[in-house]
């Protein structure tokens, strides 16, 4: 193996070689989206399940002050999001954060960011179809219809509830005092559950069918169209938009000052809590590059839609999280559905906003799904296309021109695990990937020379010099730290186990070396703060999800060593 060819780039003229701008790519898929699409799609991908229920655990934890982790990661992906609308300009092309890391940093990091990005869509996705599930059947029971419990939990969940139920009642705790001794209700519906299912060869077959309703659903709605994909994403996007200024609007006038006292009750501490709750909010704005090849004038219309969508949904973040804090206590917000909470009998008691609110929950967390299924598949083309991956994921259906067995494949991935696995565990994984992307995605440009010439048309983040300017933040940054939460700090970087510091000293270290390379070499100070706040975020997620993301990484790897490495097309070429 000639290591030397791990890191070989992708000319981008080659790349931009691979599709043409007029009606159809060279593969024929269709040029249909603009700028509204783009940006929708970008607004369906951010607003969803962050700001219809883990907005709720983050205000709980942080108070009024949430607001600022709302602004300081909207900033972090702001940063990156520059990086992305460079990428996106100069190389209009599916396969997003991939195959702008194959132009810039070579193959194998290229296959890497194509791995974390399988791990933010496919597993993200599934966390989001278990939550639109509990959003449907609790809006069907408001309307009086009820679906079984045993066709809409699955089977780990059910094994969990009725372990911990059946211990509780052989210790001789009747059925009516489970809830007073502190057995969840979930857990108690578990355990009926696992009760009256039917059993194959003693094994109850419990399954979460609304949540693989809604993933044939979606993806068939991906597999017949482009066209029928934008229709339906703007009409749901301009509904939920419309429902969420109707909460802001009529929550404001039932705010009570005197709860936005204390702003910060646990410290940055507390705030900072939330960071993968909030971040996770925020992914997906990166998704709408993967529609490149169907855009009408990508150079201009992707780099567009990032900003607006990344600036109208950091606004109705910010907006929705005063108004929660504002019309309750914080230390009322840890429920599932934050915004239907505040407008129920321990809040404004407006029962008719409520039901609106469910309605919108369902609608926001299907757009979701919608267009993280509708970006995998294409991530995965341009992957087949370079060779990583074989032929037939890039291949086009002849009447639907959309990829469709990579679509069909996505389907079963998000879907079969849907019937039987609780993932929502694992979010905090779809997090360090996607943050992992962000971070190499930001490399890249810093790799790029910023002196090059300039292509009329396109964009290009800004050069600041950050020789002195970089440096300069992150003493800053230091010094404040230690001035307003010296004890804390203190406490976290030198108190409890070492193993649980090493990300955070990993980052240290990681800072002190790129402050050196600023001043050596001049490097660019937008990508430099984007690299920087998206590592500082992973530092966040805790050692136990930087294992697991260590694991998912080696499986990438292995495969790629065993097959993609050889079946690499520019590694073919390389050889002649």
């Not at 040029?31 to 369906?44: E, H, N, Q, S, W």
């Amino acid at each position: 193996m000639n290591w030397k060819s791990l890191f070989r780039t992708k000319p981008i003229d080659q790349i931009l070689n691979e599709v043409t701008h007029g009606g159809l790519s060279t593969n024929g898929m269709r040029r249909t989206l603009g700028v509204v699409d783009l940006t929708a799609m970008g607004i369906a991908a951010v607003i969803g399940a962050g700001i219809f229920s883990t907005i709720g655990a983050a205000a709980f934890d942080g108070g009024p002050g949430v607001i600022i982790l709302f602004v300081f990661t909207a900033i972090a992906c702001a940063f990156s999001a520059f990086c992305y609308a460079e990428f996106a300009s100069s190389i209009p092309v599916a396969g997003s954060a991939y195959t702008y890391a194959y132009a810039s940093l070579g193959e194998l990091l290229a296959w890497i960011i194509g791995w974390d990005l399988l791990m933010e869509y496919a597993i993200g996705n599934i966390a989001v179809a278990i939550s639109w599930s509990d959003y449907f059947t609790s809006l069907m029971e408001g309307y009086g219809i009820h679906i079984p419990l045993f066709l809409r939990m699955d089977l780990l969940t059910a094994s969990r509830g009725f372990d911990q139920v059946k211990a509780a009642l052989d210790t001789g705790i009747a059925p009516a005092d489970l809830v007073a001794k502190g057995i969840p209700q979930a857990s108690i519906d578990a355990y009926h559950a696992w009760q009256i299912a039917p059993h194959f060869m003693g094994i109850p077959l419990i399954w979460n069918l609304p949540a693989v309703a809604v993933v044939i659903l979606v993806t068939w709605v991906v597999y017949i169209g482009i066209q029928e994909s934008k229709r339906i994403n703007n009409a749901m996007v301009a509904l939920k938009v419309m429902v969420l200024i109707l909460v802001i609007t009529l929550g404001a006038f039932y705010i009570k000052p005197e709860n936005w006292h204390p702003f910060l009750p646990n410290g940055m501490g507390g705030v900072m809590k939330g960071v993968s709750a909030v971040f996770f909010a925020y992914i997906g704005f990166d998704a709408i590059t993967t529609t490149a090849e169907e855009c009408k004038n990508p150079q201009k219309d992707l780099p567009r839609a990032m900003i607006y969508s990344l600036a109208i949904c950091t606004v109705l973040y910010i907006l929705v999280a005063l108004v929660l804090t504002g019309m309750t206590s914080y230390t009322k917000l840890s429920v599932g559905d934050p915004l239907a909470f505040v407008f129920g009998p321990e809040g404004a008691h407006i029962p008719w906003v409520s039901g609106v609110i469910a309605i919108s929950a369902v609608i926001a967390l299907f757009t979701v799904l919608l267009v993280f299924q509708l970006g995998q598949p294409r991530i995965w083309m341009a992957m087949s296309r370079d060779g990583l991956l074989p032929p037939i994921f890039s291949a086009i259906h002849p009447k639907h021109k959309t990829p469709w067995f990579a679509t069909i494949v996505t389907g079963f991935l998000v879907g079969v695990p849907c019937l039987f696995m609780n993932l929502t565990e694992v979010t905090d994984l779809t997090s360090i990937g996607t943050l992992c992307a962000f971070l190499l995605v930001c490399a890249g440009v810093l790799n790029m020379d910023p002196h090059r010439e300039k292509v009329p048309g396109r964009f290009y983040t800004p050069y600041i010099n950050g020789k002195y300017i970089f440096p300069a933040l992150l003493l800053v940054c230091l010094l404040g730290a230690i001035k307003f939460n010296s004890e804390g700090m203190h406490q976290f970087l030198f108190e409890g186990e070492f193993k649980h510091k090493i990300p955070l000293w990993g980052f240290n270290i990681g800072m002190i070396y790129l402050s050196w390379l600023t001043f050596k070499k001049n490097l660019s100070l937008i990508p430099l703060l984007g690299l920087a706040s998206c590592a500082y975020l992973m530092t966040e997620l805790g050692i136990v999800n930087w294992i697991r993301f260590g694991g998912w990484l080696i499986v990438g790897l292995a495969i790629y060593f065993f097959y993609s490495y050889h079946s690499s097309k520019l590694n073919k070429e390389k050889a002649k």
